[in-house]
């Protein structure tokens, strides 16, 4: 069973940045590809971005293209998504996730999931 422990979350202003962070255990990290979901109040939980065991390829949500940045740290079993220039709309509980496929699947698909991390961005 993985475990994931997400961290970075926080209260920013629109346009601001914030760093998240998820340590990955229970599995062999490097065969993993990683992703990152969020769900804001009332609405379900949704993709966001994606990166391959090798870190070669990425995926992204459409609203988050060219403001978030997936990375991962073999070395760290730590994967990261960089938020910059951040809207009042990107306010959710952030979660990862891990999976051999990729880009990963639904969230539904998931059974468990991390303790997650809050973003919350005033307007």
């Known amino acids: 069973q993985v475990q994931l422990v997400e961290s970075g979350g926080g209260l920013v202003q629109t346009g601001g940045s914030l760093r998240l962070s998820c340590a990955v255990s229970g599995r062999t990290f490097s065969t993993l590809a990683l992703g990152w979901f969020r769900q804001a109040p009332g609405k379900e939980r949704e993709f966001v971005a994606a990166i391959s065991w090798s870190g070669k390829s990425t995926y992204y949500e459409d609203s988050v293209k060219g403001r978030f940045t997936i990375s991962r740290d073999d070395a760290k079993n730590t994967v990261y998504l960089q938020m910059n220039s951040l809207k009042p709309e990107d306010t959710a509980v952030y979660y990862c996730?891990?999976?051999?496929?990729?880009?990963?699947?639904?969230?539904?698909?998931?059974?468990?999931w991390g303790q997650g991390t809050q973003v919350t961005v005033s307007s």
């Open positions: 996730n891990a999976d051999p496929r990729f880009p990963l699947g639904y969230a539904y698909e998931y059974d468990y």
